[in-house]
């Protein structure tokens, strides 16, 4: 941590704490975007090598929370339900993460945010496309697309979200799969990163500082998602996941 206050300042630090905070009360209330807002909002001041650092342990550990909060047996039947989008995923998880020093992230930015941007938009102008995207190749193609950005740039929620929003699925159960796909992306995550030498000793103490933050965040968000219908669910997902796309088009055309 003193090589990280030494180069970037205690104010940098601090701002990196105020944005895990933030990502946490989103990510409680709509159960993702923490990866999306800490890579672009940390990266707008650190390295984006840094910035994926250290957004893998706090997303590894409320995903955990999201994911477990109804019981390891609704976790455990989330995940079976999924497997063919997490099989995939996983697999394109793995072999993207080794991307990440060659492909460059603006452009990976401009990939994820402007189709993302385009979907979202035609479900809050009325299109409810649930029964077509209801079918393995599907959940495959979205598994695949997700694991494949999620390596390179940590941020895979929003093929995610835009998926099950797409189908409809109830909220509760939204958010349960949210948290235990991410659960385990995050995971393999962090170990594809060790394996690259995005996660070392230089990098881990940001990491580590930003998970408190992240679980209070968290916590207050859960306290908000409970008093909210399946409808405000719903519009505030699709709102959350539009601008998100936005902010990645836009990070990935200013660099």
Avoid: C
Avoid at 38 to 59: C, D, Q, V
Avoid at 174 to 180: N, T
Wanted: no cysteine.
């Amino acid at each position: 941590m003193e090589l990280l206050l030494s180069t970037y300042g205690l104010g940098a630090i601090a701002m990196a704490v105020l944005i895990a905070l933030v990502a946490g009360v989103i990510k409680g209330v709509v159960g993702f975007a923490m990866p999306t807002i800490m890579i672009s909002g940390l990266a707008s001041f650190m390295s984006p090598e840094l910035a994926l650092a250290g957004l893998i342990l706090p997303t590894l550990v409320t995903n955990g929370m999201q994911a477990l909060r109804q019981g390891l047996g609704a976790a455990w039947a989330s995940i079976k339900k999924f497997r063919v989008f997490l099989s995939v995923g996983l697999v394109m998880l793995l072999m993207s993460a080794q991307l990440v020093r060659i492909l460059p992230i603006s452009w990976l930015f401009l990939v994820i945010g402007v189709p993302i941007v385009v979907f979202t938009g035609s479900q809050i102008a009325g299109w409810r496309p649930a029964t077509i995207l209801r079918s393995a190749r599907v959940e495959a193609a979205v598994g695949a697309l997700a694991g494949f950005v999620g390596g390179m740039s940590g941020v895979w929620g929003p093929p995610t979200v835009a998926y099950l929003t797409a189908i409809d699925t109830p909220k509760k159960e939204h958010l349960r799969i949210q948290g235990a796909i991410y659960g385990l992306g995050a995971t393999a995550l962090f170990m594809a990163h060790l394996q690259s030498g995005v996660i070392r000793a230089e990098t881990l103490p940001l990491s580590v500082a930003l998970v408190f933050p992240a679980v209070v965040g968290i916590w207050l968000g859960f306290q908000v998602q409970d008093r909210i219908n399946q409808e405000v669910f719903r519009k505030v997902t699709l709102w959350v996941l539009l601008l998100a796309g936005l902010n990645l088009i836009r990070r990935g055309l200013v660099g």
